[in-house]
């Protein structure tokens, strides 16, 4: 049965509101030392615990692109979404064994910093634009659009859309002010009551399918009926669509090509996202290495169980809409649009888990803008203020900087995302932050490997690295087919519904990964013989604790067991 939100509810989201605040501010208090620092300010100066870490990083991940926009692919795709979760748990252990001792070594702020110091200013400056640019138009725009929009879904009435928008962005502001310190402590209880409301939003999707087939309030029953009535949303490949397949199925390879995606795209993905992101590795860059490493593997074994919380309620979505039930909340907003499916799952809850699902959704979203914000500040503050502006700024300017930067930031994606200027709705959520962040995923990553495992890496190869990549996403994404025909040894273009012929995008970033490697090495063999800047690695770098070495194990056997069981 429906039910509205009512004063029990209110009250549970009230007391996550003052909760959060209230210990915010206490650790803006109790840590808060006499002259606050750009370091302190910034990176929290080593102050985060490997919990702290570990939950920041998932707390700032999961979003309302992944609440609702995954929960979307979820309705659509299936099981096969939750690769970027999966592999995502891979790449977190390869960016703990490997990335990490070098940035901390490098004693590095931002991810800037690690290019000037590998190549040079030109692309440390190109790359800080590039990172604003994608920050506060693709993620914080996204982020602050999918988190209005359910909210307002939940509660009742679209024409409270607007308020929540603002009323987000400042509460995210309020924790964002504080410093790292803050943003990292609260994200603790972020995660937590993340965690226990996306929990429990899943628990209740399992249970109406349950009873909308007969069978009671069983959860074990309930997933195996939607095992059994949405059996194509259970694998984690699709064949490559044949030439009388459906439209339907021909969208889903596109955004998820079965094998081939495995080939660069997820890695390049997942990659860029985790290991060369100031956004996530802004966390660990304060600690020292074990506890960074503890941390990040941390978030490695949390990434696992996301899938149950933000994809499951999309697949039960999926089959109770299906067999006649959510018509009206999966249309909600005016037309069906499969980003409903969280939100028309949570109107079902009872009252008091609902106001607590509205709070783990709320402290998702709050702690990925708070997250976002934070890294949009630092960089544009040491990259670009304190270095072409303001040379001989003192710690406490840096800090003002930082401050504004963050309201100008927030501002600028409220306005942005007010009538969603950017078409974030007709792109679906999660594709949508997907699709734009991998046009320069695979000029980075090929920057970031070359320049810390290969010592020839030149700078002006890594200037034609990050220039091709983006350059190359863009022709195979929008202009190969129409050159080169749908059928080629490289790829294969499929029609997207839209009059036109797509490759998948995964895809893309996989051959223009490939093909900036290679001219990459090219230029770089044209150089000069030994690089000055060229990295030396020693080996005891990458040696890992033992009890570190047992939950890498342990995660890399629970994802070998998932994809044996879904594949």
């Known amino acids: 049965m429906r039910n509205a939100f009512n004063t029990l509810d209110l009250a549970v989201f009230l007391f996550y509101l003052v909760l959060v605040s209230a210990y915010g501010f206490y650790v803006y208090r109790s840590k808060q030392k006499a002259q606050v620092d750009s370091k302190d300010y910034f990176l929290a100066e080593g102050s985060l615990t490997w ?71 030109t692309l440390s400056l190109v790359m800080s634009i590039f990172w604003l640019f994608l920050y506060v138009l693709v993620n914080l725009t996204a982020i602050l659009y999918l988190g209005a929009l359910a909210i307002s879904n939940l509660i009742g009435g679209g024409e409270s859309f607007h308020l929540i928008l603002v009323a987000l962005a400042v509460f995210a502001l309020i924790i964002t002010l504080g410093g790292m310190k803050v943003v990292g402590y609260t994200d603790v209880i972020q995660v937590t009551v993340l965690l226990i409301g996306g929990l429990a939003t899943s628990y209740l999707a399992l249970t109406l399918v349950s009873q909308k087939f007969g069978l009671g309030n069983d959860v074990v029953a309930g997933f195996n009926v939607m095992m059994r009535d949405a059996g194509d949303h259970f694998h984690m490949m699709f064949d490559k669509p044949a030439p009388d397949s459906s439209q339907a199925y021909i969208n889903k390879y596109l955004a998820l090509p079965g094998l081939a995606m495995y080939a660069a795209g997820q890695w390049v993905a997942n990659l860029n996202y985790w290991g060369c992101n100031q956004y996530i590795t ?22 696992l169980i996301m899938p149950v919380i933000v994809m ?9 809409h299906k067999n006649g ?63 072409y502006l303001n040379k001989e700024a003192t710690e406490q300017k840096l800090v003002w900087v930082g401050r504004v930067t963050i309201f100008a930031a927030m501002f600028m994606a409220v306005l942005l995302t007010w009538k969603d200027l950017l078409g974030i709705s007709g792109e679906g ?21 070359l320049g810390m495992f290969w010592k020839r890496t030149t700078g002006t190869a890594a200037v034609a690295g990050i220039l091709s990549g983006f350059i190359l996403s863009v022709f195979f994404n929008n202009y190969a087919p129409a050159l080169f025909g749908n059928e080629t040894l490289l790829y294969t273009a499929f029609p997207n519904g839209q009059g036109s012929y797509e490759i998948p995008f995964l895809i893309c970033m996989g051959w223009s990964f490939f093909f900036t490697l290679l001219l990459m090495v090219a230029l770089s063999l044209a150089g000069p013989a030994i690089n000055p800047k060229g990295l030396n690695l020693d080996a005891r770098m990458f040696r890992v604790a033992p009890r570190q070495l047992v939950l890498i194990v342990v995660i890399l056997l629970l994802i070998s067991a998932l994809y044996v069981k879904f594949w």
């Open 429 to 449: 959520g999660f594709q949508f932050i997907q699709k734009y962040t991998g046009f320069i995923s695979p000029g980075i990553v090929a920057v970031f490997l």
């Open 325 to 387: 039930s959510l018509q009206a909340e999966m249309a909600s907003t005016g037309a069906f649009n499969p980003d409903n499916a969280y939100s028309a799952i949570l109107t079902f809850l009872p009252n008091g888990l609902k106001g607590l699902s509205l709070a783990a959704l709320t402290a998702a979203i709050v702690a990925s803008l708070a997250g976002k914000a934070n890294s949009i500040s630092t960089i544009f503050t040491l990259d670009i203020y304190h270095r």
């Open 312 to 320: 499951l309620p999309g697949i039960a979505a999926y089959v109770l």
């Open 282 to 303: 802004q966390r660990a860059l304060g600690a020292d290495l074990p506890t960074a490493r503890t941390g990040i593997l941390f978030a490695a074994f949390l990434k």
């Open 51 to 121: 919990w702290a870490i570990g939950a920041s990083m998932i707390a700032s991940n999961i979003s309302a692109e992944q609440f609702i926009g995954m929960s979307g692919s979820g309705f659509t795709v299936g099981v096969a979404v939750a690769a970027y979760e999966w592999v995502a748990a891979i790449v977190l252990i390869l960016v703990a064994v490997f990335f990490m001792p070098i940035y901390l070594r490098q004693k590095i702020y931002t991810m800037p910093q690690f290019l000037e110091q590998r190549y040079n200013s």
